[in-house]
């Protein structure tokens, strides 16, 4: 990387630790660095490869593991990289896991308290439970009568929230009627794990701070068909004093001016009857006639050994009419080879069987990726057997 700092990655004799470790030499210097590691740092394998993709981001490969846990990104210089090494002032590095398909973005959903955008997300986990999960956020208010920690809310300690954001792991964060609030960056990959597209229900202020971080979404907002409705709904409720229900409508006239306001948010429905308004929120998401569908294509292929000069196989594993998709998940041997071409990475995996010695080459394609630090994935990898005439799927 550079000039003046060789990364080292792997095992640092430390025996109680089983994960990946990561050393830094300067050469200026002639000093071994320790970094600060964020993110959730792979488990060690008996062997990997790496490959520095740009000045930002190393790909290791951990060998004999399958392809649903052996890419990872090692970021030694993205923007969130810079920003923690100047916070602590010294060297920082963080992991992200790479993860195979596409995977929708997520849809952040603000409003002023009392427009209905709780009750409009709680019809969309009803109606579509398989395809959106909610992301819980953090709060250091005290829970009401009817809330469940781990479900409305994590109810955290006003010092430990502090310390998690100070420690990059939230997302976004506000402090909203003298409480904090927030979305950690563990909650939103938890519900991305799971196949499903993320819903964050958070304020003005938590929307502006998304719309600047690396996480990319839909931005919505709510909003009331007056301020005279959302007064008499915000009463309506119960649950607040006078004083309390003041400083909402204060705090909403704000976040109403800052909703509307160009530039913020992708669209703005008026919710003056919910199930119209409902009905427009499936519209923007592509649901309007109610149902999802999907495909998946998958399969084995057996690649023949060849002796054909691996230039001119590179130039077929780039041609997109001789792509096959690779199966759901691709064993990646101990032993195996990289190579990268533009935004392609070429893999050979060998294999060393004694009758039949040969190796198979898998693509990964990095040219749609998106998240990585703060977030633990990074996500959109393309990854497929490249294939010729020689080659042949497996009966």
């Known amino acids: 990387m550079g000039c003046n700092r060789t990364f080292v990655i792997g095992a640092m004799g430390n025996g109680s630790d089983s994960s990946i470790g990561v050393r830094i030499f300067e050469k200026s210097t002639s000093e071994w660095v320790i970094p600060t590691v964020f993110g959730m740092r792979p488990m060690l394998s008996k062997g990997h490869s790496a490959i520095v993709l740009d000045e930002d981001r190393i790909l290791v490969i951990k060998g004999n593991s399958t392809s649903d846990d052996c890419f990872w990104f090692l970021e030694v210089n993205t923007a969130f990289v810079r920003e923690q090494r100047a916070r602590l002032g010294s060297e920082v590095v963080a992991w992200s896991k790479g993860v195979v398909g596409e995977a929708q973005i997520p849809v952040v959903i603000s409003g002023p308290s009392g427009v209905g955008k709780g009750t409009l997300i709680a019809k969309l986990m009803e109606d579509f439970p398989t395809m959106f999960g909610f992301s819980v956020s953090h709060t250091t208010r005290a829970s009401r009568s009817n809330e469940q920690n781990g479900v409305h809310y994590h109810f955290t300690e006003r010092d430990a929230m502090k310390k998690d954001i100070q420690d990059g792991k939230f997302l976004e964060f506000a402090a909203v009627h003298g409480n904090l609030y927030g979305t950690s960056v563990e909650s939103v990959e938890v519900v991305t794990d799971q196949g499903k597209r993320c819903i964050l229900d958070i304020d003005v202020q938590g929307a502006r701070l998304v719309r600047a971080s690396s996480l990319e979404a839909i931005f919505i907002f709510i909003c009331p068909p007056s301020f005279e409705e959302l007064e008499k709904r915000l009463r309506a409720r119960g649950t607040e004093t006078e004083e309390q229900i003041q400083k909402r409508l204060r705090n909403a006239k704000a976040e109403i001016d800052q909703g509307t306001s160009p530039g913020l948010f992708d669209h703005t429905l008026i919710n003056d009857d919910l199930e119209t308004c409902y009905e427009n929120l499936k519209k923007l998401l592509g649901l309007s006639d109610g149902s999802a569908k999907a495909t998946n294509i998958s399969g084995e292929f057996i690649i023949p050994s060849t002796t054909r000069c691996l230039c001119n196989l590179l130039l077929v594993i780039l041609n997109s009419e001789a792509r096959f998709s690779a199966p759901e998940t691709v064993h990646v041997p101990l032993e195996h080879t990289v190579s990268k071409i533009n935004q392609k990475i070429l893999i050979n995996c060998i294999t060393s069987h004694q009758e039949k ?14 998240g990585g630090a703060p977030g ?20």
Do not use: C, E
């Open 357 to 370: 010695p040969g190796s198979s080459m898998f693509v990964l394609d990095l040219s749609s990726i998106k």
């Open 376 to 395: 633990r994935t990074r996500r959109g990898l393309n990854f497929y057997a490249a294939g010729t005439n020689g080659f042949k799927a497996a009966s």
